[in-house]
């Protein structure tokens, strides 16, 4: 059922200093991904800021994705809306570029019932043929997927086959695995929780840290997934200063910061994301260098 395993970079969305999408960086930090072992590329999503995408850019930024990577990697497109029908025509949009799947984040703001979280994700599902991994944040969109919701729109629709758990929640992943059964995958969508979700069947990580340190957080993986799992956790523990750094303001601030820093010129953030605190900037400059990126 994966679209994927291993680590699936959730990428930024490079911009000129004039606010448009930079295309031409974009294609260069795609190169650097795939060169530098990412396993998978997820365009627009949280941390692509694609809720401050038009419609027509998240549609090209997807598009020109797709056909840049031209399946030397799997390319997952976000496509989540709080609501159904947009969230069913940029899906739409997407299958028609030639993306390999979708990561549709639960409704935000007007969030919904359990029932209402079923019924969305079953018709978007229905209104394309690409396998879907569900995306559960409650800390960003106020809307929990609970296990039992989760593990029946896995066994009752044929293409939702994984979910992005960023719950925080280790309790609440170990039920919704064991209640799956073994059919619906899960991704670790925190940086810092990427072994403690692989020793419960997680099949990698949609990552933030993968766009600073590519190859270290597919290392992360790859390490646990061949039985070496004494050296993912020691993987794990080295990068979690930087992945606190990496979240001492809103994602994708100090990502983009980060990048910046490295020599990457990606441009600014679309308000109301905006610069960084001096002092957390020195933090994350700090952390850089000392796992050694920087």
């Given amino acids: 059922m994966s679209v994927f395993t291993g680590a699936g970079v959730a990428i930024i969305t490079p911009m000129k200093d004039n606010g448009e999408v930079n295309y031409e960086k974009l294609g260069e930090f795609l190169d650097f991904q795939i060169n530098n072992s990412t396993d998978a590329i997820i365009i627009c999503g949280t941390t692509g800021e694609a809720s401050t995408l038009t419609n027509e850019e998240h549609i090209e930024a997807i598009r020109f994705t797709a056909e840049y990577v031209n399946k030397r990697v799997p390319v997952i497109a976000g496509t989540g809306s709080n609501c159904t029908e947009s969230a069913i025509y940029l899906s739409k949009e997407a299958q028609k570029v030639g993306v390999d799947g979708l990561l549709v984040v639960t409704p935000y703001y007007n969030k919904t019932t359990q029932k209402g979280l079923y019924k969305h994700y079953s018709a978007i599902a229905k209104s394309v043929d690409l396998p879907i991994i569900m995306y559960n944040v409650p800390s960003r969109t106020g809307c ?84 070496n799992v004494e050296k993912a956790k020691e993987l794990q523990f080295k990068a979690l200063n930087l992945v606190d750094a990496l979240f001492c303001e809103v994602n994708p601030i100090p990502v983009k910061h980060a990048l910046n820093l490295m020599g990457w010129n990606v441009g600014p953030l679309r308000a109301p994301l905006c610069e960084m605190e001096d002092a957390n900037l020195k933090r994350l400059e700090s952390a850089l260098k000392e796992y050694g990126v920087l």
């Fill in 144 to 227: 929990n997927i609970q296990p039992e919701t989760a593990v029946k729109l896995a066994k009752d629709v044929e293409n939702i086959v994984a979910i992005k758990a960023a719950t925080g929640n280790l309790t609440q992943e170990s039920k919704m695995m064991a209640l799956a059964e073994g059919r619906l995958d899960m991704y670790s969508g925190e940086d810092g929780l990427i072994v403690p979700l692989m020793s419960i069947g997680a099949k990698g990580v949609i990552s933030v840290l993968s766009n600073v340190a590519p190859k270290q957080t597919h290392d992360i993986c790859a390490e646990f997934m061949a039985g």
